[in-house]
């Protein structure tokens, strides 16, 4: 990135001065940490970057860049001090929907939750090398909701983007009386990127946009002949 580029870049959502997202943005509290583990090619992204839009509505949270986080200091610092769970489904996850006690034993201790940001396949590359991840308990829910991230076509159906992700998990912790967040508001930067991002599309300024007309859709089918790419969803909600 270039330093005219970076001039004119905000550098709090890091997006164009033009397009910058601050104002819709509303950050709440919560007891619990958030760790979001961002791919390098997902930090570099500045126009649809959910995970940094999460950070920023999560006042205690935090971003780390890599794609082997084994030996990450900060991370192994945290994950020492706090009863962490990871974001990410496996035979063995624990199911947040499926939880009925109010104050579950799991997360009576100060907790922390990790959130890997990147595409399915870059997100299981990064779990795999990420050994220090691999003894932490795994957390899964069940949703039938449709993602809103109109400008990304999902590999499956019931993808979400990180920050739809994320609040549903506090929507979960709300239920059980772990959070008592408002989150009202917490979709509104995204909603408004989303919103910034078609229109460009339908009325490109300087022609730094592909008039939509001109978009083509990519095949996915690669992701749809396997259920088990779902990322965070790969307990599907019952009927």
Known sequence: MSLTENKHRCLTCRR???ACLCEFVSPVETNTKFVILMHPKEYKKVKIATGRLT??????SEILVDINFSQNKRLNKLIESHNSFVLYPNEKSLNLTGIQEKKPIEFKQETLFIVIDATWYLAKKMYKESTNLHALRS???EHNRVSEFKIKQQPFPKCLSTIESVKIVIEELNRLNIETCPLENFLNPFYKMVEYQIECQMNPPMNS???DSSLKKLDKTQYRSKQARNLFFQLDAKA
Not at 55 to 60: C, D, E, G, M, S
Request: aromatic content about 14%.
């Open 55 to 60: 950070h920023l509505q999560l006042k205690n």
């Open 16 to 18: 164009p001065q033009m």
């Open 139 to 141: 957390i899964s829910f």
């Open 209 to 211: 946009y592909r008039n």
